[in-house]
């Protein structure tokens, strides 16, 4: 085993193909159904929101998807994105294990999220669309869809939740520097936000109402489209390029993993490093232990419902079958805003079903005492998002030192917290509070998954 720190690539390895795992699964996925039939869908009802060549990538099988030419020369500013050893965690720890991370805070918005902005920029303004709406909770996915719209000339309409726009006003600026608009949603901007303000004036706002939002105005204009920062097929197989170069990185070290661990809000990144892992498997290659690791104040993998629900709280978009907690959920005002939406990526919840990963939950004041450990080890301070997955990495590297195995974990650090500070102020402060979700508002949010016709 190398003792090397950083594996890199060569701007000529970084995968000039992603990785479709329907491919590779031992059962189809669920459709996705129309919510005014409730039958599935075709290409045609999603034409309103997507370009086609995005929905072609939405219900492919095909194991391996091109990366447009224009799309890998953008990526070339931060990828191939660079695979760290951990040493200085491991001596933290005394664990026996070895530790990796895949470090994706080296984009221009911070995180993950431009693997996918880039290419959906590209294929709207290839479409001839002129304007993007979309959601953002973080402010990661707002900021990445300001910069990849700009590179390719797209007007960009950003609904930031609320909560999330009070806690990071310089994310706003990030975005007004790419040159897009953002308002905090819920916004007098659509009838959807005026009618959840007439209710709630001070309403914190969630990833399901910022989705309405934003759909609702895509679909009233012929030249607006939307762009989801997650959970649709297209944004997973997007986000392979993380997986697929972490493997090549891997023989670079000599190493493999034992155990793979990502965080989950949406299911992207997670759905990035874990599915080529998980295809290898399938495949008949080495099967590591791959787990997903969300908030227990917003636990959809662990505690939600499998079941078709809508993707937004207005319900205009069309029903999956996913982990939910149900699509009027609104989860607690929490620091990791990436992962406050109440449903998982089809795909990963289909994943989840069929024994293919592992899922655990971590409150905020468990993940940011890790990612403390973390910046103070290894310098790197993560998103609160990405704690979830530097937790999930510390936990199984404590239980190799209890059981005295040397076993590989790699993890994907899917973002830097720059922007985070007054969260990582506060928990310094102990004002960092460990908010339960409202156990009746679940189990009302529960009640009311829509029903499907039977044989679905
Ligand atoms: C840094 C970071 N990590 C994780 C997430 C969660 O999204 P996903 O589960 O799709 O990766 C977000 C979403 O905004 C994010 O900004």
Redesign the pocket.
């Known amino acids: 085993m190398s003792q090397q720190t950083k594996f890199l690539l060569e701007e000529s390895q970084m995968p000039k193909f992603w990785y479709n795992i329907q491919a590779d699964l031992p059962q189809p996925l669920p459709p996705a159904l129309h919510p005014g039939t409730l039958q599935p869908l075709g290409p045609a009802d999603l034409e309103p929101l997507f370009p086609m060549a995005v929905i072609e990538q939405e219900v492919s099988v095909e194991r391996e998807i091109e990366i447009p030419e224009p799309v890998r020369d953008v990526f070339k500013l931060w990828r191939p994105a660079p695979l760290y050893r951990a040493h200085r965690l491991e001596r933290a720890l005394g664990t026996p294990a070895k530790i990796f991370y895949k470090y994706e805070g080296v984009s221009p918005a911070g ?3 431009p693997n996918s902005a880039v290419p959906q920029a590209f294929y709207n303004a290839e479409a001839g669309v002129k304007r993007l709406t979309t959601e953002t ?2 402010g ?2 707002g900021t990445s869809l300001s910069f990849a719209g700009h590179l390719f000339g797209l007007e960009v309409l950003v609904f930031q939740v609320r909560v999330s726009y009070d806690q990071k006003p310089y994310r706003r600026a990030v975005m007004e520097t790419y040159g897009a608009r953002c308002v905090a949603s819920p916004s007098n901007e659509t009838v959807y936000g005026r009618s959840v303000l007439a209710q709630h004036p001070d309403h914190p706002g969630s990833l399901g109402i910022a989705i309405s939002e934003a759909v609702e105005l895509a679909a009233q204009r012929d030249d607006t489209k939307y762009a989801l ?2 959970v649709l097929n297209h944004v997973l197989l997007h986000q392979t390029i993380i997986g697929q170069e972490a493997m090549l990185q891997m023989q670079m070290a000599d190493a493999w993993p034992d155990v793979v661990v990502g ?8 759905a990035g490093i874990a599915f080529p892992f998980i295809g290898h498997g399938l495949r008949g290659g080495p099967k590591p232990r791959i787990v997903a690791v969300e908030p227990a104040a917003c636990p959809s993998l662990t505690r939600g419902r499998y079941a078709y629900d809508f993707g937004d709280t207005a319900h205009m978009t069309p029903l999956t079958k996913m982990h939910t907690l149900g699509s009027t959920f609104t989860p607690p005002g929490f620091h990791a ?3 406050r939406y109440h449903g998982m990526a089809p795909l990963v919840s289909h994943c989840k079903e069929l024994g293919l990963f592992e899922a655990t939950a971590y409150t905020q004041g468990q993940c940011f005492e890790a990612g403390v450990l973390f910046a103070r080890t290894e310098g790197i301070v993560p ?1 609160p ?2 704690n979830h997955a530097v937790k999930g990495a510390i936990e199984e590297a404590l239980r190799c030192k209890r059981e005295g195995r040397s076993e590989t974990i790699l993890f994907n650090l ?2 830097h917290g720059h922007f985070d500070m007054t969260a990582y102020q506060k928990y310094f402060a102990g004002d960092l509070k460990d908010e339960a979700y409202d156990e009746q508002e679940l189990a009302m949010a529960l009640s009311g998954l829509p029903s499907v016709p039977a044989g679905i």
Do not use: P
Request: glycine share 32%.
């Open positions: 995180s993950h999220k909770g973080a990661q996915w920062g997650s965080c989950t809000g949406g299911g992207s990144n997670f805003g990436g992962l998103a998002e990405a899917c973002g």
